[in-house]
């Protein structure tokens, strides 16, 4: 098994990422799941959570959990993916307003300040990659100010 399975004791952020699949497809977390189980040869999901295009809130790995998405953060970090490619297209506004409110309770509920730009990241800001595209990166302070 390629990902750590053990708990997670700590949150010290949250990682925002797209899907980024060559298409702008909207994908269900177990979808996710069966790509990273069977494709990456991981225990399942990488993410705690996904949001769809219509703003669906999709459970991914329990909280407790590591996640496997943001290489030397997984064991502090709580992963949530955007279903899309956002280097192709823009999140839909319905996943904004799920990014805003699942970040507001994540924040509430590990007692992290969302206005510090030391809380919530897009996966770009922790390793070599463009995700979370363009599109969503572009709105991070937007979230990290009114959520």
Not at 7 to 28: E, L, Y
Not at 115 to 143: A, E, I, Q, S, W
């Amino acid at each position: 098994m390629l990902d750590d399975t053990s708990n997670r004791d700590v949150t010290k952020k949250i990682i925002v990422h797209h899907t980024g699949n060559k298409t702008d497809v909207d994908m269900t977390a177990r979808d996710i799941h069966l790509l990273h189980k069977y494709d990456f040869e991981w225990a399942g999901i990488g993410y705690h959570y996904v949001i769809r295009k219509d703003g669906l809130i999709e459970r991914g790995r329990p909280e407790t959990m590591k996640g496997a998405h943001s290489y030397g953060h997984n064991g502090d970090s709580i992963g949530i993916a955007l279903s899309g490619n956002f280097d192709l297209a823009d999140p839909t506004e319905y996943q904004m307003r799920s990014l805003m409110m699942l970040s507001a309770y994540l924040a509430d509920k590990y007692d992290l300040e969302l206005d510090d730009k030391g809380t919530l990241f897009g996966h770009r800001d922790m390793n070599d990659t463009r995700c979370p595209g363009d599109n969503l990166y572009n709105r991070l302070d937007f979230v990290r100010n009114y959520a």
